[in-house]
């Protein structure tokens, strides 16, 4: 089978590999993306609940996870959030801002990724789809020689940008680790990140009953705290910040949730008391919590009794349940509806400048399958958009 010459190959027509697409080919590149999907960007399209959030107008090194906290900081401050904005804007696409500076798009991530692909088009990049990779060779001339299912390509530069394992149901796969490994790459270990907690059997008990209920509370671990919604499900506990310290969680880790971050329960039930000593415990927090909550979670603290028959000890002890509730979760609900994937590709074996492999050159890594993580509210996004944009200076 006669082999297709390209300057560029990338594999994934992920947000990183179609950015890197498009500047690579306005450079004149010669560009080919690859991809096993049917579609182009799949994930952009289901992303924000179908309304794309496409980046943050707060970026910083510490909104993400790496074990090279340091390495993200030259792609993010090379295109920033206000680079990906202005194309946004070049586009005419609608957005609106959401709380913590999160960008989503009003209408439709569809906006975004047609975005992209008209200037893929522009630039003359040639998307390959439902193509699968049946092996990479490196030649001796330098070259890369990739064999699929549709042909062989040879290449003077190959880009992985196949993402990671979250959400298999759209098609992830450990590709790219893969190729990172048969480079002779180090790949941190991979789990699930931005997921939902499962919960134990006697949590699970009361929990399911209270399924759709959402309280604004600080969770919170010894390596992070945010303070967001946690939406209780009928298979555990989700919502932003349940998504967030997810991903600083390890198992049998237990996390501390503060129910009501900003009230000292002691002090404000002993005021209830004081002003009506006949009120019950539930009544006393109904103005703060939901009833069904209150009846759920103080189910064997006698909630329907007044506040007048506990101890002071014993309201110390309920107030302790509702400002540091000790969660611990069973697991999580894993690669299934994970939204990232942490660990992956050692940054320190790869160009912060470039993204380039030291360990093999004109191979590049992109996107979420570099060992980069982040947090809920646009920036793994951004993060793609800059890694893609530094490697597609350079290929």
């Known amino acids: 089978m006669k082999s297709l010459q390209a300057d560029v190959l990338i594999i994934g027509a992920s947000a990183s590999g179609l950015m890197c697409a498009i500047e690579a080919g306005k450079r004149g590149r010669k560009v080919i993306v690859l991809d096993h999907a049917n579609k182009a960007g799949k994930k952009i399209l289901m992303s924000g609940g179908g309304r794309c959030n496409f980046t943050n107008y707060t970026v910083d090194a510490d909104n993400f996870i790496s074990h090279n906290p340091h ?11 206000w680079d990906f904005l202005a194309l946004v804007n070049d586009y005419n696409i609608p957005f609106h801002e959401r709380q913590h500076g999160q960008l989503f798009c009003n209408d439709s991530s569809k906006d975004i990724l047609n975005m992209l692909l008209s200037e893929c088009a522009a630039a003359g990049v040639d998307i390959r789809l439902s193509c699968s990779i049946d092996a990479i060779r490196k030649q001796d001339d330098g070259s ?3 064999s699929t299912n ?9 880009v992985i940008a196949s993402g990671g394992l979250s959400i298999p149901k759209m098609g992830a796969t450990a590709f790219g680790y893969e190729v990172a490994k048969q480079f002779s790459h180090h790949v941190w270990p991979t789990t699930a990140g931005l997921v939902p907690f499962t919960v134990q059997p006697d949590d699970k008990a009361w929990l399911a009953k209270l399924s759709g209920i959402a309280i604004e509370c600080v969770v919170s671990n010894k390596r992070a705290s945010f303070k967001e919604n946690i939406l209780l499900t009928h298979r555990g506990l989700s919502g932003p910040a349940i998504l967030q310290i997810s991903s600083y969680w390890t198992a049998g880790e237990t996390i501390t949730i503060n129910l009501l971050p900003e009230l000292n329960v002691y002090e404000h039930l002993n005021v209830q008391r004081n002003k009506q000593a006949n009120t019950s415990l539930k009544n006393a927090l109904s103005d703060q919590l939901p009833k069904r909550f209150i009846s759920a979670y103080l189910a064997s603290d006698n909630a329907e009794q007044p506040l007048q028959s506990f101890s002071q000890q014993r309201l110390k002890d309920i107030a302790h349940k509702l400002n540091a509730w000790a969660f611990k979760p069973n697991s999580t609900e894993g690669y299934r509806t994970a939204e990232v994937t942490l660990g992956g590709v050692d940054c320190d074996e790869l160009s912060s400048q470039t993204m380039e492999s030291k360990q093999c050159k004109n191979l590049y890594f992109i996107g979420e399958v570099v060992d980069v993580t982040g947090w809920l509210g646009g920036y793994n996004f951004q993060w793609s958009w ?6 597609g200076q350079v290929v």
Request: overall charge positive; glycine content about 6%; proline content about 0%.
């Open 71 to 81: 390495f993200c900081k030259s792609a993010l401050s090379r295109y920033t959030q």
């Open 386 to 391: 800059s890694s893609g944009w530094c490697a």
């Open 144 to 146: 890369f020689d990739v």
């Open 150 to 158: 549709q042909g062989r390509h040879s290449v003077d530069n190959l």
